[in-house]
């Protein structure tokens, strides 16, 4: 039996600042590949390009990764301002769209980091800009030196709801996670169920109350090791359980609901 597909939503990007490229993070690929156990496919995030429909239908669960670019603060009410960044509006149009069909089929999807802001907007949640200006938060930005490993080296404690989805997937109601993120969760969505805070109050994990299937998101980078993480590779082996069933025609395990 073949492989189950997971469409990882690919980024606009310029090559030497000058070729236009749609890309994802390798790391996306082989989380899929070694721990999810399916076929990864990068999806360009472009709706001339695709359609929601004709994903929904190729893919048995998508990957929602990270991306320098934000969501468009106009997708949730807001105004542009110089601190909400760069913006690649062809990925709003593809993703906030895909996500909402997504939970109301129960066909799987894992949000991370962008991803998980993504899942937020999608669902009628607004984000901060910059959430290190919010008193007696953290600096959750990535480290802007060092090497790759340094960036994204675990430094954070995220504690999980006792008894909820994510502490039943991990095992644990306190985990460490790495954190490289600027913007975060500022109002959550009416059917965005905060699973996990870090230490500062900032949302770490979330799920959609009442939908039939996957809907897990974080706002770290579990991506990162996967196969080796204590804490991504649980979370990725839900995942490719979830994706799996729907491969077979059956609706994933229902983990994102409530215990």
């Known amino acids: 039996m073949a492989r189950p597909v997971v469409g990882i939503i690919g980024n606009s990007y310029l090559i030497n600042d000058e070729y236009p490229a749609h890309a994802a993070g390798l790391s996306n ?6 721990v999810v156990g399916g076929t990864p496919m990068i999806v360009p995030s472009d709706p001339s ?7 929904l239908e190729v893919c048995d669960g998508f990957i929602l990764p990270g991306a320098r670019a934000n969501v ?8 542009p301002t110089d601190k909400h960044g760069t913006f690649d509006r062809a990925r709003d149009s593809v993703t906030l769209p895909l996500i909402r069909a997504c939970v109301e089929r129960g066909q799987p999807f894992l949000g991370l980091c962008r991803g998980f802001q993504e899942v937020n907007v999608a669902m009628g949640g607004t984000l901060h800009p910059e959430i ?3 008193p007696g938060r953290f600096n959750h930005r990535m480290p802007p030196d060092g090497t790759l490993e340094e960036k994204f080296e675990i430094r954070q404690r995220v504690t999980l709801s006792e008894g909820g989805p994510f502490a039943r997937v991990l095992g644990a109601t306190e985990v460490m996670t790495n954190t490289l993120h600027g913007q975060g969760i500022e109002t959550p969505g ?7 805070y870090a230490d500062d109050g900032t949302p770490e994990a979330i799920y959609i109350a009442d939908a039939p ?14 196969e080796n993480d204590p804490v991504s590779r649980p979370l ?9 069933a729907w491969s077979e025609g059956r609706r994933p395990h229902a983990v994102a609901l409530s215990a």
């Open 213 to 226: 299937g996957f809907t897990l998101s974080v706002q770290w980078h579990p991506e990162w090791n996967a």
């Open 72 to 79: 468009h603060p106009e997708e949730y009410g807001h105004q």
């Open 190 to 196: 009416p059917r965005v169920v905060v699973d996990g």
């Open 49 to 55: 390009l695709v359609s929601v429909d004709d994903l």
């Open 29 to 34: 690929s082989c989380a899929v590949a070694s």
């Open 132 to 134: 290190r200006e919010i």
């Open 236 to 244: 990725f082996t839900a995942f490719g359980e979830a994706v799996r």
